[in-house]
């Protein structure tokens, strides 16, 4: 589990495909406090550990994964939200992310307002009926307020701090990014239907 705190900007320094694919993160994270098979959330998907260097791991990365997230994109030199599983007794600041990705929402409209940053998002029409203004969404790993919603398209307000500590700042027009919707809103949608 997760919190959608991003708390390290990763790059990418390798990609292989074969069939799988297999990643190489440089970070700033201290990897001699990372164990083989450790969870690390990666854009908002939850990857397995499975080499360690100095300042540096490598995750596997299924073809199954790769079709249903953005990281099928990943290249040399990307830079790529990070966060390390919660432990118990973790301060939790944003709210419960599990890092399994539902879908791919586009960026549909970028607009300066002062010193932050509307992004508007166009979801998957399977998951839009989850997005609700002011409740919580996942988008590339970091934990998300929903300031409006129109039909698929909900707005996302980003302050300087998020644009600085995250891969926010390098938003564009035409990405698709992960979207992981808020697991009350998945339950209590289901409670709906069933009553």
Request: aromatic share 6%.
């Amino acid at each position: 589990m997760f919190t959608g705190i991003i708390t390290d900007i990763g790059t990418i320094r390798t990609v292989e495909r074969r069939g799988d694919m297999r990643a190489r993160l440089a970070t700033g994270y201290e990897t001699g406090g990372i164990d083989m098979g450790a969870s690390i959330a990666c854009d908002g998907v939850c990857l397995t550990v499975v080499g360690l260097g100095p300042d540096w791991f490598d995750v596997d990365i299924s073809a199954e994964t790769v079709s249903k997230t953005n990281l099928g994109q990943w290249a040399e030199g990307r830079r790529v939200n990070l966060e390390r599983a919660l432990k118990v007794g973790d301060e939790l600041g944003g709210h419960i992310v599990s890092g399994h990705v539902d879908g791919l929402a586009e960026v549909v409209a970028i607009a300066d307002e002062g010193d932050s940053t509307r992004v508007t998002l166009r979801a998957p029409e399977a998951l839009a009926r989850f997005i609700a203004p002011k409740g919580s969404v996942a988008l590339n790993g970091t934990s998300l307020t929903v300031n409006e919603v129109a039909g698929r398209d909900f707005g996302i307000n980003f302050i300087p701090h998020t644009k600085q500590v995250t891969t926010w700042g390098d938003v564009a027009e035409g990405d698709h990014v992960n979207l992981e919707i808020d697991t009350l809103a998945r339950y209590v949608a289901r409670l709906a239907e069933a009553g």
